[in-house]
């Protein structure tokens, strides 16, 4: 096996906060097998197009959570790169509802000192890899990435969501308001940032530490004007996560350097994909194996039986 081969048989991790992040992404797996590492579930599939196995997770909300599966995942599974996928708050007028945005760069705005009368930022901040970022722009641009949204490109009377690349916020605080004082601290010191979700630093920094190339894929859900609750109750966060999870994917099915799955004639399966993933499906149950020269392999366990979500 060669160094390029190697590279392309090596699993891409996608990890969600919530549930309804986690079902957009599950949505695209074929033949999802359950597996366990250290309490933390994970589901193994092939996605359409792509030349590598995805494993999925649901770490949970906050940065916390983010960076420890992430690096549950690295040690284990030795990915090529770990996506966050999921919802985020729009700081921007432009970014919209149901848009998508791709991380940039990722600020963590909570470092600050503070002294009388000020609070002095003390930021930190990770730049999102070239050749993911390349890799993403390129398979999305124009509309043809739209025909992975589960349900149709575009629902009667909406507007199909644009793809923007652009910094995000990543804190510990859920913001709703147009007038808080964290706003006003994102306005002036972040002034670039067009999203604040509570994931991303958590993935870039374990990531960056454990030498992964990492990528924050996410929908916009809201505005985060103080209207986010009826923005929610109106199905916001279950549309952008499934126009996130349609880019995220259609971005790991482009790894490999060819064109994006979508632009292909019927829309086939890379060539070699049998190689990337082994599963004995004959019972519908599987458990992690191993992973050898970067091969993720899902065997069936002697007596082993298939929970639900295997079935």
Same mark, same amino acid.
């Given at each position: 096996?060669?160094?390029? !081969?190697?590279?392309?048989?090596? %699993?891409? &991790? /996608?990890?969600?906060?919530?549930?309804?992040?986690? !079902?957009?992404?599950?949505?695209?797996?074929?033949?999802?097998?359950r597996l366990v590492h250290d309490g933390t579930w994970f589901e193994a599939?092939? &996605?359409?197009?792509?030349?590598?196995?995805?494993?999925?997770?649901?770490?949970?909300?906050?940065n916390r959570p983010a960076a420890f599966v992430?690096?549950?995942?690295?040690?284990?599974?030795? %990915?090529?790169? /770990?996506?966050?996928?999921?919802?985020a708050g729009s700081l921007k007028a432009d970014v919209r509802i149901g848009? &998508?945005?791709?991380?940039?760069?990722?600020?963590?705005?909570?470092g600050a000192k503070h002294v009388d009368g000020a609070v002095l930022a003390r930021p930190d901040s990770w730049v999102a890899p070239h050749g993911l970022l390349q890799t993403a722009l390129h398979a999305l641009k124009g509309e043809a990435w739209q025909q992975r949204i589960a349900g149709g490109r575009d629902r009667a009377g909406q507007q199909?969501?644009?793809?923007?690349?652009?910094?995000?916020?990543? $804190?510990?605080? &859920?913001?709703?308001?147009?007038a808080s004082g964290l706003r006003e601290m994102l306005f002036r010191n972040y002034n670039d940032a067009a999203a604040i979700?509570?994931?991303?630093? $958590?993935?870039?920094?374990?990531?960056?530490l454990g030498g992964m190339e990492t990528l924050t894929v996410r929908g916009i859900s809201d505005h985060t004007d103080g209207y986010k609750a009826a923005a929610d109750a109106a199905g916001s966060q279950e549309k952008a996560a499934v126009h996130a999870a349609a880019a995220a994917i259609e971005t790991i099915a482009a790894l490999d350097g060819t064109?994006? %799955?979508?632009?292909? %004639?019927?829309? !086939?399966?890379?060539?070699?994909?049998?190689?990337?993933?082994?599963m004995n499906t004959a019972s519908g149950g599987g458990v992690i194996n191993a992973v050898q020269k970067g091969t993720l392999t899902i065997t069936q366990t002697p007596g082993h039986v298939p929970g639900p979500a295997e079935r």
């Open positions: 096996m060669d160094e390029s !081969e190697f590279e392309s048989t090596r %699993p891409v &991790v /996608v990890l969600t906060a919530l549930s309804l992040e986690y !079902e957009a992404v599950r949505a695209h797996l074929k033949g999802p097998q599939g092939k &996605v359409s197009g792509a030349g590598c196995p995805v494993l999925l997770a649901e770490a949970g909300p906050g992430t690096e549950q995942a690295r040690i284990r599974f030795m %990915p090529r790169a /770990v996506f966050f996928v999921g919802v848009d &998508v945005l791709v991380g940039t760069k990722i600020y963590a705005y909570d199909s969501p644009k793809v923007h690349f652009k910094p995000i916020a990543a $804190g510990e605080t &859920v913001l709703s308001s147009l979700e509570m994931e991303s630093v $958590g993935l870039a920094a374990t990531g960056a064109a994006p %799955p979508s632009a292909r %004639p019927g829309g !086939e399966t890379a060539a070699g994909v049998s190689k990337a993933i082994q």
